[in-house]
């Protein structure tokens, strides 16, 4: 490699004094006639020139520059496949957030449902306790109603007994007879002294 670079060198030195021979000497290799000549002569100088650049950097610097491209191609290379790499990743993670956002959405929806079922079965409980407490006081009210009737109907009974009895004790006494009286005692007595 150090040889490589020596005669690299060497090449750049030898190009650099041709072309300051060239720029400076052609004033002093100029002639009076040179009009014929001079053109022709500085075409082929010039590609004399070419000629002796282009074979010194394929003769010296041929390797270097294919060592330097091939090192830029290694590294780009490298680069392209750090690059596709970091792709990868990249749409690993990309894929990884999509599955865990359908999840999400799967379990919000699992969990949205949870909620209206939830809170349909309270709703259904709320109601059903709503009509079974209607009832439990539908059943009270009837009872306290029947009590109330069975409390008039005891009182009116009693009242209207009381009346009778009294009506019964104002006219009885005016319309029994001696015989009426002996014949209800006797018809109490048979009822009490049984069979």
Not at 128 to 139: F, K, W, Y
Not at 158 to 180: F, G, H, M, N, W
Request: one cysteine or more; hydrophobic letters at 45%.
């Amino acid at each position: 490699m150090k040889r490589n670079k020596k005669i690299v060198l060497f090449g750049c030195y030898f190009i650099f004094v041709l072309i300051a021979l060239f720029l400076t000497g052609t004033d002093a290799l100029a002639a009076e006639n040179t009009q014929n000549w001079r053109p022709a002569f500085d075409m082929v100088m010039r590609w004399l020139n070419f000629g002796i650049i282009a074979f010194l950097l394929v003769k010296f610097a041929k390797t270097p520059i294919k060592d330097f491209l091939l090192g830029r191609k290694e590294e780009i290379d490298r680069k392209i496949k750090k690059y596709e790499q970091q792709k990868e990743v990249i749409e690993e993670k990309i894929e990884e957030a999509t599955k865990m956002f359908k999840n999400s959405m799967a379990r919000f929806e699992e969990i949205k449902k949870r909620i209206v079922e939830n809170g349909e079965n309270k709703k259904n409980k709320i109601i059903e306790a709503a009509q079974q407490e209607s009832r439990i006081l539908l059943e009270g009210t009837k009872q306290k109603i029947k009590n109330q009737i069975l409390e008039a109907s005891n009182t009116i009974r009693s009242e209207i007994i009381e009346s009778a009895i009294a009506l019964a004790e104002k006219r009885l006494p005016d319309e029994i007879t001696a015989v009426d009286e002996q014949k209800l005692i006797d018809h109490f007595m048979e009822s009490t002294a049984g069979p």
